[in-house]
C-alpha cells in the first residue's frame, strides 16, 4: 500500500474552532421573525383511556395561537398508529406517563405553560403492567397490537438479522417481536458439559445522556412547503418521517439539521411531526425544545431486559452450550433492540450448540430506542460473567479461557452465517499485559477489597450506502459535500479521506453539510456507520475530482495525466516541477465566459457495504468499600479492533466515551418507576451519570485488522467500546467481593446486601 500521509494522523477537529466559541449553531440557537414557543401536556396516567379533551380555555388565552390534539394529526396513508415516531399525541388512549396529549403555541414560555394548565382532560383509567415479564403472561392488560423494527434508528442495528424473525406471535398478547436462534443439540451439549453456571440478569431502562435535549423550530411557507431545522443524527430519515406522517410529498419538506450535542442513537424525529403541526396551525414559525425532565420522561430511552441464560463447558475449556431465553421492554410501542442482544449472545464465541429465544414486550413505560451499540451492554452484562465463572470453576485464568473459545473467521454466527474477518483474538492479545500488570497487585488496599475483571463484545454496526461530492473551489481548496450528519469528529475523517484521496493536505479539503434540499443523500449517523458507509463514496469522490483535474492540467502542460503531480494549489510535472499551473488558474478554465473545460465536480457513491463487526475487549480494576459497598474503578482499559484508524485521535476519544457509559450503565444508571408508572428521577440530581469526577483514566489500544470493504481498511468504532466494560466491572466486582451480582446497575447498596448475604 501506497504510504498514507493524511490518513492514521491524529489531526485535531476541523470544527474545533466554531464549537469553543460558541460560533456553530445548535438546535437552541435557531431563532426566526414571529417564532413562537411550543410545549405539549403529559399524561399523568400510564394507561388510560381518553374521555375527552377541553381545549377552550387554553385557545382563549391571550398570546396562544395554536392548541392542538390528535384530532388536528392527518391521517395520511402512511400514517401508522403503531409507530412512536407517527403516533405524535395520543388518540384515544394514552400508553405512558408522560405521553403527549395536546400541544399549544404561545408567544412566550409562560403563556404556553399557563395554557397547558387551562387543557381539561377526563381520563378513564385502565390496568397497567410495568415488567415485561408480568407484560407476557395470560390475563395481562394489553397494551396495542403492532409490529416490530418501526424504528428507524433500529432498523439499522436489525439488518445483519434479517430473515430469522419468527412468525409465531409469542406468549402473550403483548409480544411484539420474537426470534429464535438454535443450533446444534443443547441437550447434548450440557449433557457433556462437566461444568455448568446457570443465573438471571435484570437491567434497567438507562437514558443516552445526551448534553443538548430535543430541540427542533418549525416553518411553513405559503405554498404549503416544510422547512425545519432540529438536532438530528438523520436528516433525510427526518423527511421521510415528516413525509409519511403529514401526507407531503419529499420535495415539499426540507430539514436541516443543526449542530447536535449528542445523540447516541436516541434522536431521530420522535418530536418534528408534532411541532410541524403546531407551526401550521399557528401560522407562525415554532420552536419546541424539551426541559430535562420531560427528555428523562418522554423521550426514548435505552430498554430494561431480563436475560435467562445458561452456559457450559468441558474440563479441557472448551465451552458447549448456551440457552438464554431474553425478555426485553420495549414500552409502549415496538422498536427495542432485542434481535441485537439475542444475536450478541451467541456471537463472540465458539458454542457447539445454542438455543437463544427472544420476546419483545410491551408495557406501559415510554418507548425506547437505541443506545450506543443498543443491546451490546445487556449481552455482555449477562454472558461475560458466566464465562468467567466457567473459567474460574475450572481453574483457568479468565483471559486465556476467553482466547481458547473466541470465535474467528468462519465460524457460524447464531443466524447461521459465517463470521467475516474478525479481531477478537488480537483484541484479546493487546489487553493482556494489562491484564498482567494487576495480576500481582495485593487483594486489600487501606481496607478496601481490590479485583479484577475481563470481559469481550463485539458490535455489527450499520453499513448504508453513501454518496458525496468533491469540488474544486477559486481557492484552489476543495470542498467536500455530503448530507450526514457531523457527530463525534466524523466531517474530520471525512476530510482526511479525501484529502488522501486528492493527494493534498488536510487544510485544503473543507467538509460541508448540506441539508435535504442541497447535499447528496446520506444515510443517518448512527450504528457507526457514518465514517464506513460514507468513506467510500468520499473517497470516490475525491479520485473522481482528482482524475479531472490532472486531465485538465496535462492538456495546459502538454503532458501525460499520469506524469502529473496533485498537490496544496497547483499540479506540476513530477519530473520538472518548474512546468506547473496552480489550482486556482484552474478553476478559472473551468468557469466563466472563456471556460474551456467542465467544472470539476467528483462524484461518488458507495453501495451498502460487507459486514465488518468491530470487537473489543477490557480490563477493569476496582476497589470496594466493605463497610459501605461503594465501588471505585480504579483502572479500565479497553482494545478495539477499528481496522485502520483514519484519526487516532478521534478513535481513542471514542473508545474512551464508550467506556465511560458503560461504567454509567454498570454502576450508577437506572430510570426508576414507581408502581403507577411514574419517574421517580426526573432529573440529573437524581438520575446518577457517570462524571470526570467518578472516572479513571481510560487507556485505549486500537487494533489494526482491516476490513476489507472499509476506505483503507476501517472499521466501524463509535459503538463495541460500551459492550465489555459493564461485563468486565462486574467481573472485577465479583473478583472482590467472592459474590457476582445479577441485578444491574451494581450498586453500593446492591454490593453490600450481596456481602452481607454471602
Known sequence: MTELKVVGKPFPRVDAQEKVTGEAIFGTDVKLPGMLVGKFLGSPHPHAEIVSIDTSEAEKLPGVH??????????????????????????????????????????????????????????RPLPAVLDPVEAMQPGSPVIQHGKAGTSVEMDIHTQQAAGVQTDEPGEGGNVVNHILFEQGDIEQAFAESDVIVERQVRMP????????????????????????????QGQFVTQETLCEVLGLEASQVRVISTEIGGGFGGKASLFAPLTAVLARKAGRPVRLVLTRSEELQAANPAPMVVIDIKVGARKDGRITGIRAKVVMDTGAYPGAPMTVTTLMLGQPYKFTAMYIDGYEVLTNKPSVTAYRAPGGPNASAALEPCIDMLARELGMDPLAFRKLNAAEEGDLQPHGRPHPRIGLKEVLEAIEPAWRALADKPKKTNGRLRGRGVACGGWGGGRGPGSALVLLDPDGTFRLVTGTVDLTGSFTSLAQIAAEGLGVSLSQVRPYKGDTATGPWAPMSAGSQTTYGQGPAVLEAALDARRQVLEYAARELDADPDDLTLTDGRVYVTDDPSQEISLSRLYLLTHGWDARYEPVVGRGAAPRRSEAPGYAAS?????????????????LATAQDVGQAINPLSVEGQIQGGTAQSIGMGLWEELVFDERGRLLNPNLLDYRQATAADLPMIDAILVNVPAGDGAFGLKIVGEPSIVPPIGAIANAIADAIGVYITDYPITAERVWRAMQDA
Open 66 to 123: 395554536a392548541v392542538i390534539t390528535a384530532a388536528d394529526l392527518p391521517q395520511s396513508d402512511q400514517y401508522d398508529p403503531g409507530s412512536r415516531a407517527h403516533a405524535v399525541l395520543a388518540r384515544d388512549r394514552v400508553l405512558f406517563v408522560g405521553q403527549p396529549v395536546a400541544a399549544v403555541a404561545a408567544e412566550d414560555l409562560s403563556t404556553a405553560e399557563e395554557a397547558l394548565a387551562r387543557i381539561r382532560v377526563e381520563y
Open 205 to 232: 431502562m438507562v437514558h443516552q445522556g445526551y448534553i443538548e435535549p430535543h430541540a427542533q423550530t418549525a416553518a411553513w411557507d405559503s405554498k404549503g412547503n416544510l422547512t425545519m431545522w432540529l438536532s438530528t
Open 619 to 635: 480490563v477493569a480494576e476496582v476497589e470496594v468499600d466493605p463497610e459501605t459497598g461503594k465501588v471505585v474503578v480504579t483502572y
